[in-house]
């Protein structure tokens, strides 16, 4: 009849599964039969060595090293914030304590200037030591002159062996006529210093009293000028002067150095 259509080939075979379907069961099939068991399922696996990248690794150690670098820094700024608090409670206490002064011993170089150096010259240090020196170039007794030594290292060796022989040639009148000798220093004036050089020139008065049996005393004037030098004062020699040359005049003729 022209109305029927005949049956197509595919519609005849649309009942019976396709080869894609039976792959697709046997897979899944493959897949239910391989399926891990609870134990294993539980278990991860983590690969014994996984490489680090060096860029992650440079930041690593770099992040180390800046730990390291805070705690230290925590550590110096805990020690600075104690040494602050130390510093503060000690003058807290110490503020109402009267400050003690501990000099030091001086330096090789200052005691070297010291012992080297040429020491100002004062008027007062320099009247002293003529008022000391001085007299004892004349004192002289019925025991002779045992204090002329003293000025041993005072003054010149010739000023020393001048006074020396004098008191030596008067020693016999001295013994006979149980005689006393004995110089006063009354004024130091024209005293003239020159700190480049460390030297004074001074003019003394005084008078020389001369006594005979300790009744009959005579005085005469006595005039000299007196060259001095500045001397370092140490254990060996503790005056500041030394005197250098000495003119002296005694008796009548003395007071006309003293001008108008």
Known sequence: ??????????????????DSHRLQAAAIWRRWRTRPTAVESARPEVPGNVPLPAVAWRHYRHYSWV????????????ALLAAGVLVWCMALRLRDREPVVVRSA??????????YGTPPISYNQLAFFLNACLPL???????????????QGLVAPEIYGAAEARLDKAA???????????????A????????ASGRAAAYVRGTLTVTARSAEARFFPWRARVLVEANPVSRLNPYP????????????????WDGP
């Open 137 to 151: 170039l004349y004192a002289i007794d019925g025991a002779g002159h045992p204090l002329l030594p003293l000025v």
């Open 172 to 186: 016999k009148d001295v013994t006979t006529h149980a005689m006393t000798q004995s110089l006063a220093v009354s």
């Open 188 to 195: 130091i004036t024209g005293v003239v210093a020159d700190p």
């Open 106 to 115: 001086p330096s090789l170089k200052e005691e070297a200037a010291a012992f």
């Open 241 to 256: 002067f030394y005197i250098v040359r000495s003119e002296e005049r005694i008796g009548p003729a003395a007071p006309a």
């Open 67 to 78: 730990i390291y670098e805070q705690r230290l820094v925590l550590l110096v700024l805990g």
């Open 1 to 18: 009849m022209p109305n029927q259509q005949e049956p197509s080939a595919g519609g005849c075979d649309s009942g019976r599964p396709d």
